[in-house]
């Protein structure tokens, strides 16, 4: 490639452009937004009731109920960890719980650049111009009005989404222990993740026939790295049964029951059907709103017939390693969790939005390459003689 440095030069660029606007957006806001009344709390009380710890505090708690005590055993630890370690820098401030959630935003622009370039690579087999590809898979990410408002603000979302695709990423470059322990990263981020294992083990299973690889690549190292950081969590409730109660069991009956917020503010809560259209994007507060892109979900359902069609492997499961993460919450919905929130996309959207360009350009690849065989299938008319005589 004669100009080596342009891709990464403009990917600068991108990243610098996005971080301004975060900074601008987010930073000024001195007060908790939607969820971070939950997070950024139970972030620092790992630190006092867990590590014994207690860096200053220059905001106080918001006003909820045994929330100097809460430690958000709804969900699993990673996102808190990340928020700790900026709060023991910083102290217990918007800009420190905000932050991690920056940088991981900022991370996955570059993974989808690199992502979307391998994925085009691997399909092709032709790497010419694929850093081009990257690049609109990084732009994709970075338009997308859900990850946008997810990444600016302390939830847990932007961290699934983040190791969700690392793993994917890693998975079809063929560095399978890597994923492996990035998934479990997924795992330690969200139980939404948890769907994941399903494509992660139907991967493996194309490339290991033996039991025993399968289910070290698709069990034992996710598992051992989600144990691994729960450790401390275990050690807070007294062991690992009374953690398995308090955290696995709770996790499991809070994600299928209603609750999360009351059924009557119909405004805020969606389906995941819902979201294909942007029905009741969630609001989190100062005017954000947690927007859908109905244009790239619903192309991305088309562009998935087409690969079934064309039985092209490789697109269909990059695509399905979403859509399966997707079908969880349509599971939790028919259990009977129907106080559902449009921002959980950010859980699986990365992936879709990094694998549409490449998507397009081999779906439009396919339909030439048709073209053309069919064309040249047609053999040329032969022109009747002339009957004409001259006198």
Not at 66 to 72: E, K, L, R, T
Not at 154 to 163: D, H, N, P, R
Not at 282 to 298: E, H, K, Q, R
């Given at each position: 490639?004669?100009?080596?440095?342009?891709?990464?030069l403009l990917?600068?660029?991108?990243?610098?452009?996005?971080?301004?606007?975060t900074?601008?957006?987010?930073?000024?806001?001195?007060?908790?937004?939607?969820?971070?009344?939950?997070?950024?709390?139970?972030?620092?009380?790992?630190?006092k009731?867990?590590?014994?710890?207690?860096?200053?505090?220059?905001?106080?708690?918001?006003?909820?109920?045994g929330?100097?005590?809460?430690?958000?055993?709804?969900?699993?630890?990673?996102?808190k960890?990340?928020?700790?370690?900026?709060?023991?820098?910083?102290?217990?401030?918007?800009?420190?719980?905000?932050?991690?959630?920056?940088?991981?935003?900022?991370?996955?622009?570059?993974?989808g650049?690199?992502?979307?370039?391998?994925l085009?690579?691997?399909?092709?087999?032709?790497?010419?111009?694929?850093?081009?590809?990257?690049?609109l898979?990084?732009?994709?990410?970075?338009?997308?009005?859900?990850?946008?408002?997810?990444?600016?603000?302390?939830?847990?979302?932007?961290?699934?989404?983040?190791?969700?695709?690392?793993?994917?990423?890693?998975?079809?470059s063929?560095?399978?222990?890597?994923?492996?322990?990035?998934?479990?990263?997924?795992?330690a981020?969200?139980e939404?993740?948890?769907?994941?294992?399903?494509?992660?083990l139907?991967?493996?299973?194309?490339?290991?026939?033996?039991?025993?690889?399968?289910?070290?690549?698709?069990?034992?190292?996710?598992?051992?790295?989600?144990?691994?950081l729960?450790?401390?969590?275990?050690?807070?409730?007294?062991?690992?049964?009374?953690?398995?109660?308090?955290?696995?069991?709770?996790?499991?009956?809070?994600?299928?029951?209603?609750?999360?917020?009351?059924?009557?503010?119909?405004?805020?809560?969606?389906?995941?059907?819902?979201?294909f259209?942007?029905?009741?994007?969630?609001?989190?507060?100062?005017?954000?709103?947690?927007n859908?892109?109905?244009?790239?979900?619903?192309?991305?359902?088309?562009?998935?017939?087409?690969?079934?069609l064309?039985?092209?492997?490789?697109?269909?499961?990059t695509?399905?390693w979403?859509?399966?993460?997707?079908?969880?919450?349509?599971m939790?919905?028919?259990?009977?969790?129907?106080?559902?929130?449009?921002?959980?996309?950010?859980?699986?959207?990365?992936?879709?939005?990094?694998?549409?360009?490449?998507?397009?350009?081999?779906?439009?690849?396919?339909?030439?390459q048709?073209?053309?065989?069919?064309?040249?299938?047609?053999?040329?008319s032969?022109?009747?003689?002339?009957?004409?005589?001259?006198?």
């Amino acid at each position: 490639m004669k100009y080596k440095f342009l891709p990464y030069l403009l990917l600068t660029a991108i990243l610098a452009v996005y971080t301004y606007f975060t900074v601008i957006t987010f930073l000024p806001i001195k007060g908790y937004i939607a969820d971070e009344v939950w997070y950024p709390s139970a972030a620092y009380n790992y630190l006092k009731l867990i590590f014994h710890i207690t860096p200053h505090m220059y905001v106080g708690y918001p006003n909820e109920n045994g929330i100097a005590n809460y430690v958000n055993p709804d969900h699993p630890p990673l996102g808190k960890y990340f928020m700790d370690l900026f709060i023991l820098a910083l102290g217990y401030r918007p800009l420190a719980w905000r932050l991690p959630s920056w940088i991981f935003g900022d991370a996955l622009l570059v993974v989808g650049y690199f992502f979307g370039k391998k994925l085009y690579e691997k399909v092709t087999g032709n790497d010419a111009y694929s850093w081009v590809i990257g690049l609109l898979s990084t732009v994709l990410i970075a338009v997308d009005p859900n990850i946008w408002v997810m990444h600016g603000i302390a939830m847990l979302e932007i961290y699934v989404g983040f190791f969700g695709m690392l793993s994917l990423y890693f998975l079809i470059s063929g560095n399978y222990t890597v994923s492996a322990i990035t998934l479990g990263l997924a795992f330690a981020s969200k139980e939404s993740a948890y769907m994941l294992i399903f494509p992660f083990l139907w991967f493996i299973g194309d490339i290991y026939k033996t039991l025993v690889m399968r289910v070290y690549y698709g069990i034992l190292l996710p598992l051992a790295t989600y144990l691994a950081l729960s450790l401390p969590i275990m050690w807070y409730y007294g062991g690992f049964f009374s953690w398995f109660q308090h955290v696995v069991l709770h996790e499991a009956t809070w994600d299928a029951e209603n609750g999360h917020i009351t059924l009557s503010a119909t405004s805020q809560i969606s389906t995941p059907w819902g979201w294909f259209l942007n029905i009741h994007p969630f609001y989190l507060g100062y005017s954000f709103f947690a927007n859908t892109d109905p244009v790239v979900l619903i192309l991305a359902v088309v562009l998935t017939v087409f690969f079934i069609l064309f039985k092209e492997k490789t697109l269909l499961f990059t695509f399905s390693w979403a859509w399966i993460e997707w079908f969880g919450f349509v599971m939790v919905y028919v259990l009977g969790n129907h106080t559902l929130f449009s921002f959980y996309v950010t859980d699986f959207s990365p992936v879709i939005d990094a694998s549409l360009a490449p998507g397009v350009f081999r779906v439009a690849q396919i339909l030439y390459q048709r073209y053309v065989k069919t064309r040249n299938a047609i053999p040329p008319s032969t022109p009747e003689p002339d009957k004409t005589s001259t006198q």
